[in-house]
Nanobody, 123 residues
Framework: QVSLVESGGGVVQAGGSLRLSCADS????????MGWFRQASGKEREFVAA????????YYTNSVKGRFTISRDDAKNTVYLQMNSLKLEDTAVYYC????????????????WGQGTQVTVSS
């Protein structure tokens, strides 16, 4: 059973950093490709980043390349999203997700979702 819980969200000034964590209390996270998605108020949920189950390959949406880094620590059953140089437009609820299917940018590739954590970037 996969149970994903995000943490690390909060309010940060533009240009600042946050690190989001996604922990799996079911201890099965290592079996899955993991992704981060976000949903801003009034907008559809969008892909942010993903990492394969092996950790060898990562994917990013263009708007976060060079600023965000996804990583995983399977020993801790945790996936991270390090967010640097945050911009106002990064404000959203961030969700982590786990799944087997491809492509990693698609919501349909994921079977398990966390409840989300709010990230607010202020000016």
């Amino acid at each position: 059973q996969v149970s994903l819980v995000e943490s690390g969200g909060g309010v940060v000034q533009a240009g600042g950093s946050l690190r989001l964590s996604c922990a799996d209390s079911g201890h099965t996270l290592s079996k899955y490709n993991m992704g981060w998605f976000r949903q801003a108020s009034g907008k559809e949920r969008e892909f942010v980043a993903a990492i394969t189950y092996s950790g060898r390959t990562t994917y990013y949406t263009n708007s976060v390349k060079g600023r965000f880094t996804i990583s995983r620590d399977d020993a801790k059953n945790t996936v991270y999203l390090q967010m640097n140089s945050l911009k106002l437009e990064d404000t959203a609820v961030y969700y982590c997700a786990g799944g087997w299917k491809l492509p990693p940018e698609s919501e349909g590739s994921y079977d398990y979702w966390g409840q989300g954590t709010q990230v607010t970037v202020s000016s």
